[in-house]
């Protein structure tokens, strides 16, 4: 197939987690012997803050500054392709979308990556940008990073047809186990942008248990974090961290920490992409809990589920032994279920079914 995807970003991970997502996707992709052709707007804090990574063959990555830049040739573009596809938190989406029903000739697809914070969204009255005003019901497509009840909310409230859920994924080329890296050295570790949601969570389940340990390392990575954020002297910090050091920094954690996006949280069935990333590494995980989670990993033998400070810390007393049985177990379900090569071959069949049945609606749960 041939496929156009107007996205947020491929060339940077600084305070997204699309990139990392789509860089497995694209090359998962290539490899099965598509073409992909990703379209990324040109924004400074992303231009800035580039990543290396060698673009597969099979894939091009098509920069532009507005619309315009790409207006003339775009017709002939979408014409080309079976499969045209516009993601969430796409700059000037609503746009975009637009001139994906003007001129394509195959599948048009919607992916929400951000679904929680789409309803979440309209529940408050308002849309996001990277909606059209008259919904997704034009799409032959919708596909949904989360399942659950937000599938029926995407088709009564968004109008879409069709849907999906496509949930994340992990590039096993690249998240695996590494050597631990004693710059990163921790008993519990968290990898994610700061996010005043998830503020209440984290302060539970790493900042209180980090007091109650005070013999004990902790270690935070990501951006964005405000200046009056309540650090305590034994955790550690490290302001962004690119993807290829990821590994090291999950391997040099006795468990790391998932903490969940409140929006994601209320809906449930939306594993975080940092999920499959860290059991990939074979890594203990220490989450919140929410509705779903035992359809991705079973509690107390692929993932330790906690609610509380205490039980954190309890899990901090357990053998490396024990941990080690758990971090083995979600590392083998990782790898059989939830890898890019494995999404990929699934969202291809969506794509094949797609093409190959009439315009009925259907939600898949």
Known sequence: MRIIIFGLTVSSSWGNGHASLWRGMLTALARQGHEVVFFEKIVSYYADTQDAWPIP??????????????????????????????????????????????????????????????????RRGSKMFYL??????????????????????????????????????????????????????SALNYLGTYAADRQEALQELLLKPAQRCPGQRFFIAGAQYPADFPW???????????PDLHPAFFCSGRATLNVTRGAMKEFGYCPSGRLFEAAACGVPIVTDVWEG??????????????????????????????????????????????????????????????????AKSSIAA
């Open 57 to 122: 063959t099979g894939v091009e990555l098509r920069f532009y500054d507005d619309l315009d830049d790409i207006a003339e040739k775009l017709p002939a573009e979408m014409h080309r392709a079976d499969v045209a596809m516009v993601t969430s938190y796409c700059p000037s989406g609503a746009e975009v979308c637009h001139l994906v029903m003007e001129h394509a000739k195959g599948l048009t697809v919607f992916y929400d990556m951000d679904t929680p914070v789409t309803l979440q969204s309209l």
């Open 132 to 185: 059209p005003e008259e919904g997704l019901g034009a799409f032959d497509l919708v596909l949904s990073f989360t399942g659950g009840r937000a599938l029926t909310d995407l088709r009564s409230r968004l109008g879409a047809k069709r849907v999906q859920p496509l949930y994340g994924w992990v590039d096993g080329r690249f998240y695996h186990q590494v050597q631990p890296c004693a710059e990163y050295s």
């Open 232 to 242: 305590a002297a034994n955790i550690h910090f490290v302001r962004h961290l690119p």
């Open 293 to 358: 989670l035992e359809e991705f990993f079973r509690p107390g033998i692929e993932i330790l589920p906690v609610e509380t400070s205490q039980q954190v810390t309890e899990m901090l007393e357990m053998s490396d032994r024990e941990l080690r049985q758990i971090a083995g177990a979600a590392q083998t379900r990782v790898m059989e279920n939830h890898t890019a090569e494995s999404r990929a071959c699934q969202l291809i069949h969506i794509f094949e079914d797609c093409h190959g049945t009439t």
